[in-house]
């Protein structure tokens, strides 16, 4: 008797999850509000904050799914050394 594997999630969605985090989901609505207000007040100090957060936002999310994915890998290499037959 084997046993399936279970089915993996593809990678887009395992990268999408990572803007679940609750530190990303305040830095995005601190740039939102930041464009808000370069577009009722102006000044162009408030879209380059913008801008620089949202580039913070994604920069995060790829390295943390990076990070993720790594390790992924390492736990997959630690099922291969496991024996097949007993």
């Known amino acids: 008797n084997m046993l399936s ?9 395992q990268f999408l999850e ?8 305040l830095l995005i609505l601190s740039g939102a509000l930041s464009l808000v207000a ?7 100090t408030n879209l380059y904050l913008a801008l620089v957060l949202f580039i913070v936002v994604f ?5 943390q799914w990076h ?7 390492v736990v997959d ?10």
Do not use: D, H, M
Not at 67 to 73: C, L, N, Y
């Open 67 to 73: 990070e993720e994915r790594k390790a992924r890998e």
């Open 5 to 13: 594997p279970p089915k993996r999630t593809p990678e887009w969605v």
């Open 59 to 63: 920069l995060t999310a790829l390295v």
């Open 38 to 44: 370069y577009l009722v007040v102006g000044g162009i």
């Open 77 to 86: 290499a630690f099922a291969t050394l496991l024996a097949s037959t007993c």
């Open 18 to 25: 990572q803007f679940k985090n609750i530190f990303l989901i």
